[in-house]
């Protein structure tokens, strides 16, 4: 009669390498370096491919948004500065024009060139450069981001700048672009500073930035504008920089680097006793609040790309656009 015989023991060296596999997983785990899915892996953000099937979502999605003034249309496709002034906009739209825009014309992008980086982790992001058929002769920059390998390629950043004004980009024998990171201490103000150093500097001036329509042009017509008749007009300008707002930047060909950031504005107009504040338009009137009686409040969310270069005696910031919209009211 045969006999059962139980489950075979571990040989001794095959102990020792049970015990060695379970000693490293537990040694990796504890210090959080488990690699999953290749977040650690320095991979482009996307394929060229994948970037341009983006863009038609994109554009998709906005031009129904636009027509039907409905935000939920194209929530999937934008996300921080841009989905805080494209919401607005719309809301605004939909409360003058319930039935839909009586102006839409399909917003159309074309002659579209990506930039994307190598990076590691998330979220990753890439350049969209096209030509669009609004705005004049400029072409649209847009900053996709992602924010995991299950979610949608979203929109944060929309700027408008002149043709020759896009620099020339940093990259790999593979073509791939090279992300600045937030801290660099290479370009003349690192990136996660700039929307703090932007704010400073329109309320009270400085070196950092580049004469321009943005920098010392807008200074100049906050001035002439708050002292009127009747009128005083306050500005407050803080940073943006949480979550989806963070600045993504791009190195570009000479060393120093292409940055998309946000900031945040208030512009308070208080009128005189006996005089009013002026009626302000439609699209103002559909996001107040409140009654204006002596005062109005508005709130815009910005978002600027410059051109940041290598540190540098003499050297300064160059605001090539900037975008801006109106996303609250406070009337008192």
């Not at 801290?183 to 929307?195: H, I």
């Not at 910031?317 to 996303?327: D, F, K």
Request: contains cysteine.
């Amino acid at each position: 009669m045969s006999r059962v015989r139980g489950p075979r023991r571990p040989r001794r060296r095959e102990r020792r390498l049970l015990a060695a596999v379970f000693a490293s997983a537990l040694s990796l785990t504890a210090s959080g370096c488990v690699v999953v899915h290749g977040e650690r892996e320095v991979l482009p953000a996307a394929t060229r491919t994948q970037a341009a099937a983006a863009l038609t979502q994109f554009t998709a999605a906005y031009n129904k948004a636009d027509r039907a003034y409905d935000s939920s249309l194209d929530a999937g496709r934008v996300t921080g500065a841009l989905a805080a002034i494209d919401a607005a906009r719309l809301k605004a739209g939909h409360a003058n024009h319930p039935a839909g825009n009586p102006a839409h014309t399909p917003l159309e992008l074309t002659d579209a060139k990506f930039t994307i980086p190598k990076k590691a982790g998330w979220p990753r992001w890439f350049l969209a450069d096209a030509r669009g058929n609004k705005g004049g002769d400029v072409r649209w920059l847009l900053v996709f981001t992602r924010s995991g390998p299950a979610g949608p390629w979203q929109v944060a950043f929309l700027t408008l700048v002149a043709p020759g004004d896009v620099p020339g980009f940093a990259k790999d024998a593979d073509g791939w672009a090279r992300a600045v990171p937030a801290d660099s201490a290479v370009p003349a103000v690192a990136p996660r500073d700039l929307s703090a150093s932007y704010a400073t500097y329109l309320h009270s001036g400085g070196g950092a930035f580049a004469p321009g329509p943005h920098t010392t042009g807008w200074r100049a017509l906050r001035t002439k504008d708050a002292r009127r008749p009747g009128l005083a007009t306050q500005y407050i300008d803080q940073p943006l920089t949480d979550g989806d707002y963070a600045p993504l930047a791009l190195r570009t060909a000479d060393g120093g680097a292409l940055v998309f950031f946000a900031t945040h504005h208030y512009e308070k107009q208080t009128a005189a006793a006996g005089a009013a504040v002026p009626t302000p338009n439609q699209d103002v009137q559909a996001l107040t609040t409140g009654e204006v009686k002596q005062s109005l409040t508005m709130e815009f969310v910005s978002n600027e790309v410059v051109l940041d270069p290598v540190q540098g005696a003499g050297r300064r910031v160059s605001v090539l656009g900037r975008i801006q919209g109106l996303t609250g009211a406070q009337g008192e």
